[in-house]
């Protein structure tokens, strides 16, 4: 897109008075290296950026710290187990990036180290054009242009774009190509981020102490906040479901969803279809006295809410059902990996239906 000389020279204003903010304004993450010293290890940056995809700072930090400290290396990552790594990643969501993770580490690993470049990162599984953006620029000082949602909202606010997303995005792109410096710019993508995250937020923007509001045509419009425009969301589809709590003795069935689909690979709680409608014991695992708990389960995944309806049951404690699946003492859920929804769901089989135990 054809950048205008008025946009050409706010463009050059911008990255010294975003480096001089960030020098001073930087935060201190345990992904990142202080402004203006080496670059960090570039393992830590696409780790980092991997598990901040669509998941806020406070949540990926104790799970980045507990991942660096079991996998300090891309070839310890490499070396892990599917379902090691799938119960580790348990309670940050979206499945599939672990299941990528572990493919780019594998890929990484027996390459001996991470490409250089945005062509050769995003060669990579599991690795897109934001992932490859971040670490040319942020690990290898490449001057590539970095833009997630933080990012959007700066540019969108700094240039008045009328256009509404999702369809302004190409354009947002091309206007943040403008104000990538060639000098510092993994300094720059972190300033820009930074300054989303903290100072020009979705509501209600800091505009007074914003390094760049004199350059900014949203704040000059009067209404920064109305930037960037948007179209109206969809409703999200409501589906339903039913979870099976099965407990024998001090013990509850678990079993292994299937390698490929949502939640590929994770331990659960049987569960039956996720449908339009709300389905009964139709699916049930077995021919078992089931008690329909008065409470449910309920999830919002990013394309659907969910509503899960729970049904429970207790078989004798010698008894074996003919399921593929693992017995795993209910006092030790949370070291399942089982994901959010499962979790709530046995939340409420716990209160609801009890811990009581079979005689044997």
């Known amino acids: 897109m054809p950048v205008d000389k008025k946009s050409a020279a706010m463009a050059a204003a911008i990255a010294p008075l975003l480096l001089a ?16 010293t080496p670059p960090p290890d570039p393992y830590r940056v696409w780790l980092s950026e991997v598990m901040l995809q669509q998941t806020t700072v406070a ?29 580790a ?42 992932t490859a953006a971040a670490v040319a620029a942020i690990a290898f000082d490449r001057p590539a242009t970095v833009v997630d949602g933080n990012v959007e ?17 190409p354009q947002l792109r091309a206007l943040a190509e403008t104000l990538t410096p060639q000098r510092r710019p993994g300094d720059f993508a972190q300033a820009m981020m930074d300054l989303g995250a903290t100072i020009c937020s979705p509501r209600n923007p800091s505009c007074l102490v914003c390094p760049l509001s004199a350059h900014c045509a949203g ?31 001090d013990d509850v069935l678990l079993v292994r969803r299937p390698p490929k689909g949502l939640l590929g690979g994770m331990r659960a709680l049987p569960t039956g279809p996720w449908s339009a409608t709300a389905p009964g014991l139709e699916q049930a695992p077995a021919a078992l006295d089931w008690v329909m708990l008065e409470s449910h389960a309920d ?31 209910r006092d030790r859920l949370d070291a399942a990996g089982l994901p959010t929804v499962f979790m709530k769901a046995a939340r409420v089989a716990r209160e609801e239906y009890g811990d009581a135990t079979v005689a044997a």
Not at 21 to 36: C, F, I, K, N
Not at 223 to 239: E, H, L, N, S, V
Request: aromatic share 12%.
């Open 219 to 249: 704040q000059a419009s009067g209404d920064p906040a109305g930037f960037p425009r948007k179209t109206a969301k969809k409703a999200r589809p409501q589906r339903h479901g039913t979870i099976f709590w099965i407990a024998r003795g």
């Open 299 to 329: 999830h919002v995944f990013t394309h659907f809410a969910l509503d899960l309806a729970i049904a429970a049951a207790r078989v004798e404690k010698h008894c074996t059902l003919q399921l593929d699946g693992e017995w795993w003492p």
């Open 21 to 36: 903010w960030y020098d001073v304004q930087a935060r201190r993450l345990p992904w990142r290296s202080p402004p203006g």
């Open 153 to 169: 909202r700066v540019v969108a606010r700094l240039f008045a774009v009328d256009a509404a997303l999702p369809a302004a995005k």
């Open 59 to 87: 949540a990926v930090t104790p799970y980045f710290a507990r991942f660096t400290t079991r996998w300090p290396t891309v070839a310890a990552l490499a070396a892990a187990e599917d379902a090691e790594l799938m119960s």
């Open 89 to 130: 990643w348990a309670g940050l969501g979206y499945y599939a990036r672990a299941r990528n993770l572990l493919a780019c580490a594998r890929a990484v690993a027996a390459l001996g180290a991470f490409p250089d470049d945005e062509a050769g990162l995003r060669a990579l599984p599991g690795i897109g054009a934001y």
